[in-house]
């Protein structure tokens, strides 16, 4: 490994231990946030108030969802790339259903729902692929073993 090398390879990692940290911080954030807001809205609940949490809740629920899923790709291994695409592809999933849970359906146009769902459809066809080329690929590994 030459020089320029090393300077790249230290630069990523401090990059990448940069990053985790203000993930980790974001995580801890939101979720302080996420039980500030519950706790609020428990306290305020009224029978006659027709307000829900679920508008406000449920978008800070799938950001620490996605931050945690974030995570897990810098913490993978650089070697199986397979894994960390799988990865990607629930990230992408679940920053879709965040949208489609919080869209307003009733004001949204025919064609941006089908785009949605034909989307959606997509990463779900590709992570199904994925797993089916990763499950061949650990057969092929335990009937070399056996």
């Known amino acids: 490994m030459n020089f320029i ?8 990692k401090t990059i990448y231990y940069t990053l985790s940290l203000l993930i980790i911080l974001f ?6 946030d996420l039980i500030h807001l519950f706790y609020t809205e428990v306290c305020n609940a009224s029978i006659l108030d027709n307000k829900s949490i679920a508008l406000s809740g449920v978008p800070l629920f799938f950001n620490i969802i996605i931050a945690l ?14 894994r960390k695409v799988k990865i990607i592809l629930l990230i992408a999933l679940t920053a879709i259903s965040r ?5 307003d359906v009733k004001h949204t146009e025919f064609e941006t729902e089908l785009g949605i769902a034909i989307l959606v459809l997509s990463f779900c066809i590709g992570y199904f692929i994925l797993n089916s ?3 061949r690929k650990k057969n092929i590994l335990d009937d070399n073993l056996n």
């Open 69 to 82: 899923e974030i995570l897990e790709t810098f913490r993978g291994d650089n070697e199986n790339i397979l």
């Open 133 to 135: 080329k990763l499950r």
């Open 27 to 32: 995580v801890i954030y939101e979720t302080f």
């Open 5 to 12: 090398d090393k300077i790249i390879h230290l630069s990523e």
């Open 99 to 103: 949208k489609v849970i919080v869209m």
